[in-house]
């Protein structure tokens, strides 16, 4: 809406009053408030009347007449420009009103054809940029992170299970390999009779069948509520093991010549199996998981004994979160009480550090005064102990963001880069070599700053930065924020044979984000991540020697 009244000229009072109330709420204390009544909404000191009556129309009715109206008066493809990285409510109104631009399709050919620079406000540079976020967004529809689709997909999955006919079904293709992004979901169905299968499919809402590219052995189609495409194949109950290895494995998984030049697809062709088990004994291997199955490093994983990966079990305590000392929602006490009850022995709290102004990083006061909250906590919540963390930018010569006598009161700290993001490789590589150089730091953060469908990362050697690791003796953090999932899976397995421990973080910043360790844990297995070589799969008493080790480095 704020973006909406910008577009068309509303009172600036009007649009600044709004922005308070959008800001009032972003802080999370009054989450609870939201949908309950006007009059409560209106005790929220910056929130008035009828913006009181405008969130709760939002948050009970998906709308107000208020935004209905701004709708009314805006080409439905404005809106989709209003999203491109980099447009502002001011440009978008100049692209529109003064160059006639009403799509993203109309704004790349004005791009391309150098319209867009030459307007006023714009200049090369900007046109570049809006070409390239186009591109991205290009690049990426019909796509989507593996988290925000999960539950819908299990819920139809149950759905058909249950379907007449329907005889085994499981997973195949990407996600059945738990990949990070996906674009297609696929099914396996073992059926007898498929036709009667297919008819009890067109009941069910939630997926439209597309008609045309269908066939009487693939049903094609998609989602229903979500851009997002669906396969389903049938077979039969015989034929259900050698399938399903056929459709899980990506190509190089199936040719790879694992035993005497015989391949998984060769056996396949040959003989049916009646578990994956068998299929993988007969090329003398351990049965090799779902989400390995990348044709990577997993015939070589598999040779040697294949060693357990690690399991959501197995993490002990959850380092990297936030609290209401910087951009958390949730109090320390809150975050630490909520972590001791998930059955976790110790919390590693890292808020922003001072220079993350616009994420409320601590001052040095700041930070002495939650070390002093820590302390008293771990008195009452022991033996649940309280780590004392930063998460200190890495600020643009690579060094870290407090002096050193503040460094040193820190159990870990977590170096992340969060400003000045575009930089080439060479300059990001020798920000984060110089940060990982520093004694102090213990975890790298979130490596290239990527959001997955959404920004790009800078661009860094990986192996330099993996190498220093090594020799540093610094910890490369998984964040496990589905949109991060930094460092990239494809990267973990050469770390683990480099020897640098990978820690799986949340980077919470309420309590419900600890759930977020699944997905760290998902694609920590893909890169072979096992329990051993995770940070925080160490007990307390490991976890406090090992940092008590890093300071005695920082020492010397
Ligand atoms: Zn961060
Ligand atoms: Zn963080």
Not at 86 to 106: A, C, D, F, N, R
Not at 225 to 230: K, P, R, V, Y
Not at 299 to 311: C, N, P, R, V
Not at 462 to 474: G, M, P
Request: charged fraction near 30%; hydrophobic fraction near 40%; proline fraction near 2%.
């Amino acid at each position: 809406m704020i973006k909406l009244m910008e577009l068309h000229d509303e009172n600036s009072f009007k649009i600044r009053s709004y922005q308070t109330a959008v800001n009032i709420l972003e802080r999370g204390e009054d989450i609870n408030v939201i949908g309950k009544s006007i009059a409560e909404l209106q005790q929220i000191s910056g929130i008035g009347k009828s913006i009181a009556e405008v969130i709760f129309a939002l948050e009970n009715e998906g709308s107000h007449t208020s935004l209905g109206e701004l709708l009314e008066k805006t080409p439905t493809g404005i809106l989709e420009v209003l999203e491109v990285k980099g447009l502002g409510p001011k440009k978008v109104k100049i692209l529109w009103q003064e160059m006639g631009i009403t799509s993203t399709h109309e704004l790349l050919e004005a791009c391309q054809s150098g319209q867009v620079a030459k307007a006023k406000g714009f200049g090369e540079k900007t046109q570049e940029s809006i070409i390239q976020a186009l591109a991205f967004k290009a690049s990426n529809s019909g796509k989507w992170l593996y988290a925000d689709v999960e539950d819908q997909v299990l819920d139809l999955v149950n759905t058909i299970k249950r379907l007449e006919g329907v005889g085994q079904i499981d997973f195949v293709g990407e996600f059945a390999r738990k990949m990070e992004i996906v674009e297609v979901i696929e099914l396996l169905i073992a059926a007898e009779d498929r036709v009667l299968v297919i008819k009890s499919l067109e009941a069910i809402e939630a997926i439209n069948r597309d008609v045309k590219r269908s066939s009487p052995y693939k049903w094609r189609g998609s989602f229903s509520s979500i851009d997002l495409q669906l396969v389903i194949h049938f077979t039969q109950k015989k034929d259900f093991i050698n399938e399903k290895l056929l459709r899980i494995g990506s190509k190089a998984h199936l040719i790879y010549p694992a035993k005497e030049n015989q391949t998984l697809a060769s056996i396949l062709s040959k003989e049916k199996y009646d578990s994956e088990e068998a299929a993988y004994q007969a090329l003398g291997l351990p049965r090799i998981p779902e989400e390995l199955r990348e044709g990577f490093f997993e015939f070589e994983w598999a040779s040697e004994g294949g060693e357990k990966l690690l399991e959501e079990d197995d993490l002990k305590g959850i380092l990297h979160n936030h609290s209401t000392y910087s951009d958390g929602k949730h109090t320390l006490r809150q975050m630490a009480e909520h972590c001791k009850s998930l059955g976790y022995e110790y919390l590693g709290i890292s808020d922003h550090s001072r220079t993350a102004s616009y994420a409320g990083g601590l001052d040095i006061e700041k930070v002495q005064k939650q070390q002093r909250e820590i302390d008293e906590l771990n008195k009452e919540l022991a033996p649940f102990k309280i780590f004392k963390g930063i998460e200190s930018d890495i600020l643009t010569d690579g060094s870290l963001d407090y002096p050193e006598d503040v460094l040193a009161s820190f159990d870990f700290i977590v170096s992340s880069i969060h400003s000045a993001l575009s930089m080439d490789r060479k300059r990001a590589t020798a920000r984060l070599l110089k940060a990982i150089e520093n004694p102090y730091t213990t975890i790298l953060g979130h490596p290239t700053g990527r959001l997955l469908l959404r920004r790009e990362g800078y661009p860094v050697d990986h192996k330099v930065i993996i190498d220093a690791c090594a020799t540093h003796n610094v910890a490369i953090e998984i964040n496990a924020n589905p949109w991060r999932l930094d460092l990239d899976w494809r990267w973990v397995h050469y770390a683990l044979k480099q020897g640098v421990k990978l820690s799986v973080n949340p980077d919470a910043h309420a309590m419900e984000g600890y759930a977020d360790m699944r997905y760290g844990v998902l694609v920590g297995r893909k890169g072979g991540l096992t329990s051993a070589m995770t940070l925080n799969a160490m007990n307390l008493q490991e976890i406090e020697q090992y940092f008590e080790k890093q300071k005695a480095k920082s020492k010397k």
